[in-house]
């Protein structure tokens, strides 16, 4: 149990279908992100949510719907992808204190292919 | 643009010995890095931090170092077991803090292989 738990751990697609990933965290965290990691390159953030509030967006099409209704949910809507979004889907979260964040606290991913 | 990198694709470490995965930063205003250790089938796992101010930090048979003059960072392991094997990343925070991890920058891993 890593504290934070993703739901699919695989899911295929097609091109046209939607579907939505999920995330939740146990560790009473206020801040979470989605990343996508890809074969051979580094994790790349996708978003961030602080107090449920979205903080980042690193111009991800807008195929990608993010959606946080508390701070211990996360969502992906996924809609119309392409191939190459295939990749494995990370969340994480973490905790803001004064003296600065904890480390990020990550789950074991949504492992995606779109055919 | 600034990045982060690993040396190194694959490391191979017999048991027993100790382990060093090299990475190589370019923005001189990071003032905070991370290793993690991502086994597979897992997300990655934090497993020590260091801030600029130190050069050296110790945990449990891990050491990270830190040379600011030449930005370079290293993990150090010692006695290496087999549930070492794994992909381990280091990160640094842009941003020079830790009130956000939207800056964080992660370089692309280095495959630690265990061999008996």
């Known amino acids: 149990e890593t504290g934070v738990t993703q739901t699919p751990r695989h899911l295929v697609m097609g091109m046209t279908n939607k579907k939505s990933l999920k995330c939740e965290q146990h560790?009473?965290?206020?801040?979470m992100y989605w990343y996508k990691q890809s074969a051979k390159k580094p994790l790349e953030l996708m978003f961030v949510y602080n107090f449920k509030e979205q903080t980042e967006n690193n111009s991800v099409p807008s195929r990608f719907s993010p959606e946080c209704p508390n701070s211990s949910h996360l969502f992906l809507h996924l809609h119309t992808l392409q191939p190459e979004d295939s990749a494995l889907y990370l969340c994480?979260?973490?905790?803001?204190?004064?003296?600065?964040?904890?480390?990020?606290?990550f789950g074991n991913g949504t492992r995606l292919t779109v055919t | 643009g600034e990045s982060v990198g690993l040396h190194l694709p694959t490391l191979s470490v017999q048991e027993g010995d100790n382990s060093i995965i090299n990475c190589a930063y370019s923005n001189s205003a990071s003032d905070y890095f991370i290793w993690y250790k991502q086994e597979s089938g897992k997300g990655p796992q934090f497993i020590i931090d260091?801030?600029?101010?130190?050069d050296k930090r110790q945990g449990q048979r891990v050491t990270v170092l830190l040379n600011k003059t030449v930005k370079h960072l290293s993990l150090q392991i010692a006695a290496t077991q087999p549930g070492d094997s794994a992909v381990y990343f280091c990160?640094?925070?842009?941003?020079?803090?830790?009130?956000?991890?939207?800056?964080?920058?992660f370089g692309a891993g280095t495959q630690v292989v265990v061999t008996p």
């Open positions: 990160a640094e925070n842009s941003r020079g803090t830790t009130d956000s991890w939207g800056k964080l920058q």
């Open positions: 260091i801030r600029s101010n130190m």
């Open positions: 994480a979260s973490s905790q803001a204190r004064p003296r600065g964040n904890s480390p990020l606290h």
């Open positions: 560790l009473g965290h206020n801040a």
